[in-house]
């Protein structure tokens, strides 16, 4: 019988030398995929660039959200905020590891996937047939394998590292801060990690073809946001705090993950030559700021011109 659906396929039963037995089309087992013969495949193969590039976006996402929140809680004079980055810096880092490790094949930092062919081979469930219109054959598996799944389990490592480790750094280094606000950076990750986690759910298809751009679109809206906000106006007020310049860099080294993400390296003699571009927005900010400043357009209104 033929197999319908995109997406169903048979599974391999019994193999020797002379004879190769398949099972009745149906679903296909975790870490195999259908072929173009419907027949389940072992995914055997490497992520590719960008595959690694969307993983490496979706494991910045918490990373970044509890850098945020810390600064936003932490205070401008408190001196536990640069301990509290330091943690979450290491929690993410050690929950990717763990991830990457407990990832088949378990205990090598390497991971064999099924290559993306389509925005559909994210979602799978949308995609069971009906062959007589009242039976449906359910044929939902992870066509991705493993790049869906293994984001919500760096996420679980991350809330669980994050809850043994962080507590005890808050309690023991916050001390200026109130007792009711040291541990909200802590109450705004049980918050964001639902959330991130619902969004993989739903929009990680969205999201593998959409990082790129997002990327660039929020780096670029949040640097111009920040130097406004901090009324950097030229290269002196750039250089004057070093805190500055770290968050000047961070959003260069955004750009440029943004960029090669795009460019996917294929052609990298071509390619390269975009990273020249990292700095530009910014730059072209220090030039222009002092044209918009509102106080210049208020008095030159005030005076006629």
Known sequence: MACLGLYCGKTLLFKNDSTEIYGECGVCPRGQRTNAQKYCQPCT??????????????????????????EWYSGKKSSSALFQHITALFECSVAAVITLLVSDPVGVLYIRSCRVLMLSDWYTMLYN???????????????????????????????VLMMLLRPLLVKKIACGLGKSDRFKSIYAA?????????????????????FPY???VLSLVTLAVYMSASEIENCYDLL???KRLIVLFSHWLLHAYGIISISRVDKLEQDLPLLALVPTPALFYLFTAKFTEPSRILSEGANGH
């Open 190 to 210: 049980l918050y964001f990690f639902p959330i991130l986690t619902v969004l993989q759910a739903v929009g990680g298809g969205l999201l593998y073809y959409a």
């Open 45 to 70: 193969g490497s992520p590719e660039l960008y595959d690694w590039l969307y993983l490496g976006f979706m494991a910045m996402l918490p990373l970044v959200l509890h850098w945020f929140f810390i």
């Open 240 to 242: 004057v705090r070093k």
């Open 214 to 216: 997002i990327i660039l």
């Open 129 to 159: 047939p009906s062959p007589d219109y009242i039976t449906t054959v359910h044929c939902t598996h992870e066509a991705v394998y493993p790049l869906y799944t293994i984001v919500f389990i760096y996420y679980a490592f991350c809330l």
